[in-house]
């Protein structure tokens, strides 16, 4: 039976089971993820306006085959730079549903007058091989890492200077000013394909400290002389996984050790809650970070690579 795509919604009958079936795709396509189905659902219902952002399910014969995250970057400093990323079961591939979904995903972008149009894959040949053929060219890299939180071999905390001072997310309440302006200036030094502008204090809020799979217990702050100076984001599914959501430290105050400190004292936490695995994903050119994940003891497990698409020719 052919594949047919559709664009998943909220309010159809089938829209919890829709989520839950989308979520197995992703996480059997992309094990290293922390994704539910109501983070599924909560993105479709509370991504701003100008994201449009869209969740295309491929199916046969009543199976789900995959399905992609589509819409536009709304922090992008240039206009019309649309995502769209594919996850195909890997039990259920070579039917036809990536093909489908890229033309559905590509047919949505290119009617929001997109200019661009920007694709993960993971660094398989096959995967990099469907990129290429359908006019992407290549560009940026990054690492998905896994550290087993269960087994003992976390280091222990590093020292806390003086003037420092560790907090968890949830002690600020909703004194959240200091750590939305280091989240932006961290997000603008993070390398990446595209060029992103600072977020509004209600955007970010929305977007990334109200994620109903933000740990604010778990998320960790570290503060100099009382100022926000670094800190680092827990995503977790709330069972067994956890996911380094951002890590950052202000400019003035790197290379002192302080993302180190408030990484690890996130990662203390979660294993003391009872997580048994933590993932984390970095541009292939981000040292520090690198840097830091490799002294936590966190051991690679799959590349994935940006592929970009221009519309506009
Ligand atoms: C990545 C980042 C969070 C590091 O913050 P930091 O507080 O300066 O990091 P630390 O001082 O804890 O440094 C940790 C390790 O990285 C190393 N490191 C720091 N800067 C480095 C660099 N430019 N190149 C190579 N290694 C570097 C340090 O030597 C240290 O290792 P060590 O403890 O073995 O000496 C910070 O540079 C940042 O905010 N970058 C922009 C946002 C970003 O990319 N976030 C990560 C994406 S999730």
Redesign the pocket.
């Known amino acids: 039976m052919s594949v047919t795509s559709r664009e998943f919604r909220l309010d159809s009958p089938t829209a919890e089971a829709d989520s839950e079936a989308a979520a197995a795709v992703l996480r059997a396509a992309l094990p290293y993820l922390v994704v539910t189905p109501r983070a599924l659902r909560w993105q479709v219902e509370n991504a701003p306006e100008t994201q449009h952002h869209r969740l295309l399910l491929a199916e046969a014969d009543g199976q789900l085959l995959g399905c992609a995250r589509t819409g536009i970057y709304y922090d992008s400093s240039e206009p019309g730079q649309a995502y769209l990323n594919i996850y195909v079961h890997p039990e259920r591939r070579g039917r036809g549903a990536g093909r489908a979904l890229l033309a559905a995903g590509e047919a949505y972008v290119t009617g929001l007058d997109a200019r661009a149009n920007f694709c993960w894959s993971l660094d398989d040949e096959r995967s990099m091989a469907f990129a290429e053929r359908n006019g992407y060219r290549r560009g940026r890299s990054a690492h998905f890492q896994r550290l087993a939180l269960g087994d003992g071999t976390l280091p222990p905390m590093p020292p806390c200077p003086p003037d420092v001072e560790v907090r968890t997310g949830a002690s600020f309440g909703d004194d959240l000013h200091g750590i939305w302006v280091a989240d932006n200036?961290?997000?603008l030094?993070?390398?990446d394909d595209l060029d992103v502008e600072p977020t509004s204090y209600d955007l970010w809020l929305s977007q990334y400290w109200m994620h109903p799979e933000h740990d604010r217990e778990l998320t960790s702050v570290v503060t100099v002389d009382g100022e926000v100076a670094?800190f680092s984001l827990a995503i977790t599914d709330g069972g067994s996984r956890y996911m380094?959501g951002?890590?950052?430290?202000r400019r003035v105050?790197?290379?002192?050790?302080?993302?180190?400190?408030a990484k690890s004292a996130s990662l203390h936490r979660a294993r003391a809650a009872g997580y048994t695995e933590a993932f984390?994903?970095?541009?292939s050119g981000?040292?520090?970070?690198l840097?830091?994940n490799k002294?936590f003891g966190y051991q690679e497990c799959a590349t994935e690579v940006r592929w970009i698409r221009d519309l506009t020719g």
């Open positions: 200036e961290a997000a030094d993070e390398p670094a380094s951002m890590a950052g430290t105050h790197r290379r002192r050790g302080l993302a180190k400190l984390t994903n970095n541009d981000n040292e520090p970070m840097a830091i002294w």
